[in-house]
């Protein structure tokens, strides 16, 4: 324990603030957590922790007064320091969460959200890291994403503790979707007279049409809330009453509105500035100095790791080349024999085919009813003849611009010795393409598929 006099002034002050925080209450003199603040900065290397806490309990304080940079700094200082208490680092990131949700900007809101649940979970607060879980939900809430609100919240069902902030949650999400009747299902399912549930019954309400309810509640919202935000919404659903509201109401509540609207502008620069500030932290441009003892052994250590890592991975990667090699030469070695057996195969197939080919030409040189066909009976002749009439008939088909494929498939329908499948298997074509193909070949010729031997007959023998 440092005994300096200063310091331990200041470890007082936070240990006091440490208890008002226990009892929800917050430490409301400024300059004297500011002077705890100064007292601690040049020991924080030796008691980080309560560093940290002043930082902490300042920011916080500063956030309330509406000192948006100022709180976002010190926040951000106790989010910077080698404390390891993870509960403070959880309720840093929610203040830091919440300067963000104020601006709007709620992608960033949601990752600060995030990291003060993983915090949460650290430490061990079941309850907080569900309350953080559920402020992430409620950034998603404030985009409309009903979907991902859904999702987070729908293993928060079975902790009564939660069914408030759940059901708020849920009806801030349906009423920015546009679902104004879920939003207000939800808004009536909690319990307490919140003046957030209230704004929200009064938004759904009057972009409902429902003026009279609607003012109800914005009434409420004004007598209970000090925020300016929501005033601000508040006062604007009383500037949107009917024609039968008193018309005096309606011009004051537009100049308070005007007059809250001229404060949140004011602010608005401040609260630009503090998210910058946030997102800079965040992306790690800003507070490295102040770890560099630290961040110079984490890099020694650090290298000494990567030259073993790389001198692993070197002779990993080595050993990795020499199987990849090995395993090409395999497959095209295999790739070889395979192509070798396909060229025997098809040599096969070829052989076959010509035997098959020359087998039905016999057979067709011998067949009564192609004899009977052409009226001759004289087997000498008839083969003589054939074997002419073949040639002559090729000779026809080709001046007729049919192109050889062609004239092979009116050879085969004209010998009438193979069904579909030999032909196909034959000319190489499906099944299908055989019969699209004879079509072709027939309207080429001026006939019919169905006709097309018979035409070529008349060709043969002089008749067409």
């Known amino acids: 324990m440092i005994s300096c006099t200063p310091v331990r002034e200041a470890q007082q002050t936070v240990a006091l603030a440490d208890s008002l925080l226990a009892a929800d209450n917050v430490y409301s003199d400024s300059s004297g957590i500011a002077q705890a603040v100064d007292a601690l900065a040049p020991w924080q290397m030796f008691i980080p922790e309560d560093y940290a806490k002043a930082c902490f309990y300042y920011g916080r304080l500063l956030r309330i007064n509406e000192q948006y940079t100022d709180a976002a700094q010190y926040l951000l200082r106790a989010r910077r320091s080698l404390t390891g208490n993870h509960e403070l680092l959880g309720r840093t990131y929610s203040n830091l969460a919440l300067i963000c949700r104020w601006q709007g900007d709620y992608p960033l809101s949601y990752s600060l959200y ?24 409620y950034a998603l809430a404030e985009q409309g994403d009903t979907t991902g609100v859904q999702a987070l919240l729908a293993p928060l069902d079975s902790y009564p503790a939660l069914a408030d902030m759940c059901n708020e949650t849920y009806a801030e999400a349906f009423m920015r979707a546009g679902d104004y009747k879920q939003g207000l299902h939800y808004a009536n399912r909690c319990n307490g007279g919140e003046p957030s549930v209230m704004m929200i019954k009064g938004q759904c309400f009057s972009q409902s049409g429902q003026f009279d309810s609607a003012t109800c509640y914005a009434r409420k919202v ?7 935000f929501m005033r601000a919404n508040a006062l604007y659903i009383l500037t949107q009453q009917d024609s039968t509201a008193n018309l005096a109401d309606v011009r004051n509540a537009a100049a308070e509105r005007a007059r809250v609207l001229n404060r949140i502008a004011d602010k608005q620069g401040d609260l630009t500035r503090a998210v910058e500030l946030i997102r800079q932290d965040i992306n790690g441009r800003s507070w490295q100095w102040n770890l560099l003892l630290a ?51 098809i040599a096969e197939r070829r052989k076959m085919i010509e035997q098959e080919v020359n087998t039905n030409l016999i057979a067709l040189q011998r067949a009564d009813d192609w004899r009977k066909s052409l009226g001759w009976y004289n087997d000498e002749l008839f083969c003589d003849i054939t074997n002419k009439q073949f040639f002559m008939l090729a000779d026809k088909l080709k001046a007729r611009s049919l192109n050889d494929k062609e004239i092979r498939l009116c050879m085969l329908v004209l010998m009438d010795c193979f069904d579909s499948k030999q032909t196909a298997k034959l000319l190489n074509y499906a099944e299908s393409g055989v019969r699209n193909f004879k079509q072709h070949t027939a309207n080429k010729l001026g006939t019919t598929s169905r006709e097309l031997r018979e035409h070529l007959i008349h060709i043969i023998t002089g008749e067409c």
């Open 114 to 137: 995030e990291c003060s649940a993983e915090a949460f979970r650290n430490a061990g607060d079941t309850l907080r890291y569900h309350i953080a879980v559920t402020n992430m939900a």
């Open 222 to 228: 004004l007598e209970l809330s000090r925020h300016p």
């Open 295 to 345: 961040g110079v052994l984490c890099i020694i250590v650090a290298l000494i790791a990567w030259w073993q890592m790389i001198r692993r991975e070197h002779k990993r990667a080595i050993a990795h080349i020499a199987q990849q090699k090995q395993q090409a030469q395999e497959h095209v070695s295999l790739h070889q024999q395979q192509d070798e057996q396909l060229q025997l195969q």
